[in-house]
């Protein structure tokens, strides 16, 4: 943690962060998702090619267990106390 700055400062910086590169790949996921199911169209018999429904719920899943998954370093890295991590350096 860096020297003066406040717990919620820090959660704020990785949430940020991990926001951002949760956003990038879900929207690349999502584009290759629909290209590839696009392209294998012919393949699916009586099936459609993508579905809004589903691929909006697993983003939502993916999305917030990414955001959980990054929270939880972020809680320990709050958690550190700076002088502790000095000594220790």
Known sequence: MALGAQRSSVYQLIMKEAGWLVGIGIGAGLACAVGA?????????????????TLGAVSAVLAVSALLASFIPARRAAQVDPMVALRYE
Not at 38 to 50: A, E, K, Q
């Open 37 to 53: 199911a696009t392209l294998i169209r012919g393949l699916l018999f009586g099936v459609r090619s993508w579905d809004a429904a």
